[in-house]
C-alpha cells in the first residue's frame, strides 16, 4: 500500500454539467481521509472558452459515522418532508473543540 498524501481510490459521479470526485486518500501515518471534488463546466462569453469551476472538502475518517447519518437524515427530509427526531447532544470535551488537523488559537503568533 502507498504511503504519503498518495491518492488509492477514486470515483467519478457524472451529473449533467457536474461532476464530483470521491478520491481517498492516505497521509503519512496512515489515517485515510475523503475529499470530494465538484467540478462544474461554465462557459465565459467575455472569452470565447470553457472554463472548469472546483470546490473541495474534506471530510476525515473520525467524522464518517456523523457525517453519513446527517447527510442521510437530510436526504430522507428531501424526499419525504420528514424531520429526523431530535438528537440528544453529548456533553462536549475540550477534545471534541480541538482538531487535530488545526492550530490551537493560543499557539498562533501573529508577530504583533
Excluded: C, W
Aim: no cysteine; net charge negative.
Amino acid at each position: 500500500m502507498e504511503h504519503g498524501r498518495g491518492e488509492i481510490f477514486s470515483k467519478a459521479i457524472r451529473a449533467g454539467k457536474r461532476t464530483y470526485f470521491l478520491d481517498v486518500k492516505e497521509m503519512k501515518s496512515g489515517d485515510r481521509y475523503l475529499a470530494i471534488t465538484e467540478s462544474k463546466r461554465k462557459f465565459l462569453d467575455d472569452q470565447g472558452k470553457f472554463i472548469y469551476e472546483k470546490h473541495k472538502i474534506f471530510l476525515y475518517q473520525e467524522d464518517f459515522e456523523k457525517f453519513m447519518t446527517g447527510l442521510t437524515q437530510t436526504i430522507h427530509f428531501i424526499n419525504t418532508g420528514e424531520r429526523p427526531p431530535e438528537e440528544i447532544e453529548e456533553p462536549k470535551t475540550s477534545e471534541d473543540n480541538e482538531s487535530k488537523y488545526t492550530a490551537k488559537v493560543d499557539d498562533i503568533d501573529f508577530g504583533v
